[in-house]
């Protein structure tokens, strides 16, 4: 099977070869291509120049054996939409001009012409599917709208997003509102992304797993379901990953979504218990990555047995429980998908 032939029969429940495999931040700072391009251009230009988004997300295509491009963007495309002031500094991280910190701050979001704002992420997968005229499967993406009010409220990264927590429990209808006014916009710009090329989209809640089994329910799953419920009207695949959230397995399906990527601390078998019929994505550990290649093998030839032993691969793909560290070595990357495509 071609490349993008298999990454679609993944996606539709269709026999499979072997499983497909990409990776989450398979375009970044551990390629070298990728870092040339960084010298001349400022994270924000790169991602408002379509010729070099896709530059960075064919790098890792040529290099391994991978079925899926995504698109090079970043989660905070939305926020900086709305008018927030979206800033990444050198070794910094991102960093939020304007916080939520109450109701005048929510009032003051640029709602009008906000999707059109971001039109330049649709322009960079219509520009990659052109590049890659079919051979790869294309992927879309997004946070999930609790991740994107954790840093607008805290105003930039952090470790446990305390401003956010306290948010849902001290002003729970300000939260409620930053949430579904996050999640509508969030609809819109995913099916663009859609309407440009993209083969599925997943959402990415990087700090959803902070939470409890009850507030996600209470106040995730409804966002969640106002961007899922339009899109899979659609016919859109739509995929939700929840960094830490192993605990929230149980709700996830609440979602409304085609599958679920795996952090790397939940197992497999039960999710596949849970969800028979659900995609699933992962969820080797990215720290295997910074082990050695004989490590990486290992595990990996050890999860595609399991799919194949589970689902005989179909509703199946391999990917990483989070994120290429960027200290990760390319060559390892080649062990990992060497491996993949060994089973085809």
């Not at 990659?128 to 999930?144: D, N, P, Q």
């Not at 969640?224 to 397995?249: C, D």
């Not at 990760?328 to 085809?344: F, I, K, N, Q, Y």
Request: proline share 5%; glycine share 10%.
């Amino acid at each position: 099977m071609q490349a993008r032939e298999r990454f679609l029969a993944a996606l539709n429940g269709s026999p499979v070869d072997r499983p497909p495999v990409w990776l989450m931040r398979q375009a970044g700072r551990y390629l070298p291509d990728y870092r040339e391009v960084r010298k001349g251009a400022a994270f924000w230009e790169l991602c408002h120049s379509p010729e070099l988004t896709t530059r960075v997300a064919q790098e890792p295509l040529r290099l391994f054996k991978l079925d899926a491009a995504i698109v090079f963007s970043d989660i905070l495309v939305v926020p900086e939409a709305l008018g927030l002031g979206v800033t990444f500094g050198a070794g910094e991280g991102p960093q939020i001009a304007r916080r939520l910190e109450g109701p005048a701050d929510l009032a003051a979001w640029k709602l009008d012409g906000a999707v059109q704002r971001l039109d330049f992420v649709s322009q960079a997968v219509r520009h990659l599917k052109g590049a890659l005229a079919g051979s790869h499967g294309i992927l879309g993406f997004a946070g999930a709208p609790f991740t994107l009010l954790a840093y607008c409220t805290e105003g930039g990264g952090s470790d446990d997003f305390l401003k956010a927590r306290v948010m849902l429990h001290q002003q729970s209808a300000l939260a409620e509102r930053a949430l579904a006014t996050l999640a509508d916009v969030t609809a819109e710009y995913l099916e663009q992304q859609c309407q440009a090329g993209a083969d599925v989209v997943q959402l990415f809640d990087t700090w959803g797993g902070l939470l409890d089994r009850e507030d996600y329910m209470r106040f995730c799953i409804p966002a969640i379901r106002r961007i899922t419920e339009p899109l899979r009207a659609k016919g859109r695949k739509v995929l939700l990953f929840v960094r830490g959230g192993q605990h929230l397995l149980p709700i996830l399906g609440e979602a409304n979504v085609d599958g679920f990527s795996l952090d790397w601390r939940a197992d497999w078998d039960e999710a596949r218990t849970r969800y028979p019929r659900h995609i699933l994505q992962g969820n080797l550990d990215p720290a295997l990555l910074l082990a050695g290649e004989a490590p990486v093998r290992a595990a990996t030839g050890a999860l595609v047995r399991k799919m194949r032993q589970v689902d005989h691969g179909t509703r199946c793909i391999v990917n990483l429980g989070h994120g290429i560290h960027k200290d990760t070595p390319p060559a390892t990357v080649a062990a990992l998908c060497d491996e993949v495509a060994s089973h085809g």
